[in-house]
């Protein structure tokens, strides 16, 4: 059982900006990087947080424009930017062999990151994502639309729960109530509103710098590499997973049950378990 403790906020400037992260102590330990997605934050980790900072020195980021970072004046919320954010990170906190963990685009960025330092990478997860198939995945047009009629505003907590819990249903309460928490605020008149920068995100899809093919990255991989996937998840399909295995061996995957593509939130559980399973066999 994990010492029940809380990570500590630490701020770097990476890039021009401030960057926020979660330091969960145990310095001196083999360190693990929590990646969020698209629109998630450090503290969705803390939980696994918990689970693995007595033997592993866990730090969780929030990326440009959530949580505690700041916001990109120049929208610039892409695979490239996060990769410098991350490199200068490891260089200011002299990291040499580690774990990295990503949901979705985190994924995406840590296999990114791994695919440019394999010598720095000893073990990858990826939550619900991997290289794009033939066919067109219907939860990226979901969640697209999701951004695109999101309100500016909510005239309550209430009204802001519901609608999180629409797009989140298998969400645990606590899990909701942490992503209430941490991507909303109150304005000065009283209304609720986002705490990332979700316009900067819709400028920075809109004008895409070309989409990267993962499957080179995923054949080339040299370290021990777990692929987590939702059972329902609308975002990533099954036999994605199964070719992302068949690709490399140093790939495993798992189906998590009652989860979709949000994994922490859904079936944290399972997720602590099996990462936890996971990187007991990492030397």
């Not at 505690?68 to 120049?74: G, L, R």
């Not at 949901?103 to 330092?117: P, Q, R």
């Not at 942490?178 to 990332?196: A, F, H, M, Q, S």
Request: charged content about 25%; hydrophobic content about 35%.
């Amino acid at each position: 059982m994990a010492t029940q403790v809380t990570g500590i906020d630490k701020f770097v400037s990476v890039n021009g900006l401030r960057l926020h992260y979660l330091d969960w102590g145990n310095r001196g330990s083999r360190p693990i990087i929590m990646l969020h997605g698209l629109r998630g934050f450090a503290h969705e980790w803390d939980g696994i947080s918990r689970e693995l900072c007595d033997r592993y020195h866990v730090l969780a980021l929030d990326q440009w424009g959530r949580g505690d970072s700041a916001w990109d004046p120049e929208a610039n919320y892409n695979t490239d930017a996060y990769i410098s954010d991350l490199e200068q990170l490891i260089e200011h906190l002299n990291l040499d062999k580690f774990i990295l963990i990503g949901h979705s685009m985190g994924g995406g960025n840590a296999l990114n990151y791994t695919s440019k330092h394999p010598a720095k990478v000893v073990g990858l997860v990826m939550e619900d994502v991997g290289p794009r198939s033939s066919k067109p995945s219907p939860g990226r047009e979901r969640i697209a639309q999701e951004m695109v009629s999101a309100p500016d505003e909510f005239a309550s907590w209430a009204e802001a729960e519901a609608i999180t819990r629409r797009e989140r249903p298998l969400a645990t309460p606590e899990a909701l109530k942490v992503r209430l928490e941490n991507t909303l605020k109150r304005l000065p008149n009283g209304k609720i509103t986002w705490k990332y920068d979700i316009r900067g995100f819709q400028k920075a899809r809109a004008n895409p710098s070309g989409q990267i093919d993962l499957w080179p990255l995923v054949r080339n991989l040299q370290c021990p590499t777990l692929v987590l996937r939702g059972a329902v998840s609308d975002v990533f399909s099954r036999e994605t997973a199964q070719e992302m295995a068949r690709a490399n061996p140093k790939v495993q995957w798992i189906e998590v049950p009652n989860a979709d593509h949000y994994l922490n939130d859904d079936n944290p559980e399972v997720v602590k378990r099996e990462v936890s399973r996971f990187l007991e066999r990492i030397k």
